[in-house]
């Protein structure tokens, strides 16, 4: 009996029932693929490489040509006399980060609009090889794909006291590469080591101008843009609470806010010497970089008109006084040839000035419950003929372990929106609050879920997300670290309470001075509840310890995860002592539970600092841990 592809294919189908698919291994999913019953059946052939530049996702298109038993040769020009066994063209009919791929029966083909649009092809490419590596046979396939965001970023916070190494960037952004990410931001407030300013960023481990140069090219040549960003307004505290600085600040000393009462987080619009400071500043930052872009911040400024600003702010309006500083920033950046990004929160708060704003800005809206109003905001900057993005977030921040269906509904909400009122980006942004107490491995879910949105909104928004986890984060072809990890964000959501901007886990831990009987959030837990809780965190947290992991930093992914859990499941073992009480209290525990209670958060503390260093510097982590011995105390 003659074997051919077809048979092959349909055997493998018989008896594998859970055979994969080659939509598992791709993300995002193009616009258009559509599959045949074919296969690749070509034995040798020649790569012309005048159109490839060697890069990452060619190299593995290499290793796994070798792995399926095709041989191929490597040449500048093609060769009569020899198949073709992989085409690359640039086509500028095409969009430029557009492509077309075809892999046929006889050779594979490709189309870009630009060199970009070749990448992503091979970035596709690159996922099909993984497939054919775990299958044994390539696919046939025609796609054609383009994005629907012209820009699509991840922020991530370097200022809530995690500062990654330099190898777990490279790592990140060669990950985010592979996804079409187009835009990487650090959120920095104090993070970068600015010459005359060591005061500030002494204890922080931070970025020097070499590294950031060496990161911006890492970026470029993965088609990544590495955008600045540095906080030029509000969320200044890390400045203002030094000596040399405090007079700059809006209030020094307490006043009352919409956030009650606060000081040192704002700098003062009448105080000549703030816009002297971001002066300084951006002529030192922004030499570093080759982005044309520089996100200024200027988000969430609440102590604007309370302190020094208030006269100003009375003759001219709040709203009048806070565009006036922003577009002072914004002609700074102008002398840099930079086009300035902004936090649209504030300006939103007076939409009546948004049409103020000149034309080169670019708006970003935030928001991150899963009924944010984007269809309104975005609207706003639509008909100002303003350029925005929508940026999202993953909803890991104050949540320990994750609230990925806040995240999930968040992201959609946002890209969906963002597409009907023709956003120009999308930018996924990674919060640090309170201590980033969260680590990174929780946010791959919200990270892969984002990254198909804002590439291809239909194609992407009913993905399986835990499907893409396992397989193309953790090369997990059964798929039950992604199902596992998912479920354990969604833990939070088995005590049947849910809390803004956080999860209960951590609400527990940063409120256990109050009693748990009648605090705001707390007050809703009950006993079965918790039990049914901790149980399903023992049990997910099992299901991904067994899970078959394959990548160089698996132990690190597994101890991550491990600790978050841990760490949530302390909370629900406190906030199970303190309902058992008469009161609520912590004082009221039986003294064996405090001491089992003490001695279990002060292990968790220990291995929170040896796991902190396998990713991240070791500046900012007094800070953080600070925040968990606030927690240790507590209980005293």
């Avoid at 001075?513 to 009950?526: A, N």
Wanted: charged residues 20%; hydrophobic residues 35%; contains cysteine.
């Amino acid at each position: 009996m003659k074997i051919t592809s077809l048979t092959i294919i349909l055997l493998h189908l018989v008896f594998n029932l859970s055979a994969r698919q080659l939509s598992d291994f791709l993300l995002p999913v193009p616009k258009s693929i559509v599959e045949t019953s074919d296969t690749l059946s070509i034995q040798q052939g020649i790569i012309c490489t005048q159109n490839i530049t060697v890069n990452k996702p060619l190299l593995f298109f290499l290793s796994a040509l070798s792995e399926t038993n095709i041989d191929y040769q490597l040449s500048p020009i093609s060769l009569a006399g020899f198949n073709s066994l992989l085409k690359v063209d640039l086509d500028h009919a095409l969009g430029e980060q557009a492509y077309e791929l075809r892999i046929s029966q006889t050779g594979i083909s490709i189309k870009g609009g630009s060199d970009e649009g070749i990448y992503y092809a091979l970035q596709t490419l690159k996922q099909i090889s993984s497939f054919a590596k775990v299958e044994g046979y390539w696919p046939c396939v025609n796609i054609k794909d383009a994005p629907d965001f012209e820009r699509r970023g991840i922020m991530l916070d370097i200022s809530r006291d995690k500062v990654p190494t330099m190898a777990t960037l490279f790592s990140l952004i060669d990950e985010f590469s592979e996804w079409k990410i187009n835009e990487l931001q650090l959120y920095t407030e104090h993070t970068f080591a600015y010459k005359n300013h060591e005061t500030v960023w002494k204890d922080a481990s931070p970025l020097t101008a070499e590294e950031v140069q060496i990161l911006d090219k890492y970026c470029a040549e993965r088609f990544i843009d590495l955008v600045p960003n540095q906080n030029s307004f509000g969320h200044m505290k890390r400045w203002l609470i030094h000596d040399e600085y405090e007079h700059l600040a809006e209030l020094s000393k307490p006043g009352k806010t919409i956030w009650g009462m606060s000081s040192h987080r704002s700098l003062s619009p009448a105080e000549p010497g703030s816009f002297e400071l971001m002066q300084e500043l951006y002529a030192e930052l922004l030499p570093n970089f080759s982005s044309q872009y520089f996100n200024i911040g200027c988000d969430e400024t609440v102590e604007l008109g309370v302190g020094k600003s208030k006269q100003m702010c009375i003759e001219q309006g709040k709203g009048k006084v806070y565009l006036n500083y922003l577009l002072k920033l914004k002609e700074e950046v102008d002398k840099y040839g930079r086009t300035t990004q902004f936090w649209g929160d504030i300006i939103l708060n007076h939409p009546e000035l948004i049409e103020q704003l000149p034309k080169d800005m670019v708006a970003l809206i935030w928001g991150y419950n899963a009924d944010h109003p984007f269809d309104k905001q975005c609207s706003k900057f639509q008909k100002a003929g303003l350029d925005y993005y929508v940026c999202p977030g993953t909803s890991t921040w104050n949540s320990i372990i994750g609230r990925n269906k806040t995240s999930f509904a968040n992201l959609k909400n946002a890209a969906e929106n963002g597409l009907k009122y023709k956003a120009k980006g999308f930018l996924n942004t990674n919060w640090g609050d309170q201590g980033h107490w969260q680590p990174l491995s929780v946010s791959y879910p919200a990270f892969i879920y984002g990254a198909g949105l804002s590439w291809n909104v239909t194609a992407n928004k009913n993905m399986n997300i835990a499907g893409k986890v396992s397989c193309i984060v953790f090369n997990d072809y059964e798929g039950q670290s992604g199902k596992a990890l998912i479920n354990l964000g969604n833990a939070y959501l088995q005590t049947g309470v849910t809390t803004d901007n956080s999860n209960i886990f951590h609400q527990i831990l940063k409120r256990n001075r109050h009693s748990i009987k009648t605090d705001r959030w707390t007050k809703f837990l009950s006993l079965s509840k918790l039990n049914t809780t901790i149980a399903y965190l023992e049990n997910q947290s099992a299901e991904f310890n067994n899970a078959g992991i394959n990548r160089s930093d698996s132990a690190i992914i597994k101890q991550e995860v491990k600790q978050a859990v841990e760490l949530a499941l302390h909370a629900c073992h406190l906030a199970k002592a303190k309902l058992q009480t008469t009161d609520g209290y912590f004082k009221s525990i039986n003294e064996e539970q405090k001491s089992e209670l003490i001695a279990e958060l002060t292990s968790l503390i220990q291995s929170y600092q040896t796991i902190w260093i396998e990713r991240n510097r070791i500046g900012g982590l007094a800070d953080s841990t600070n925040k968990l011995e606030a927690v240790l105390k507590s209980y005293n």
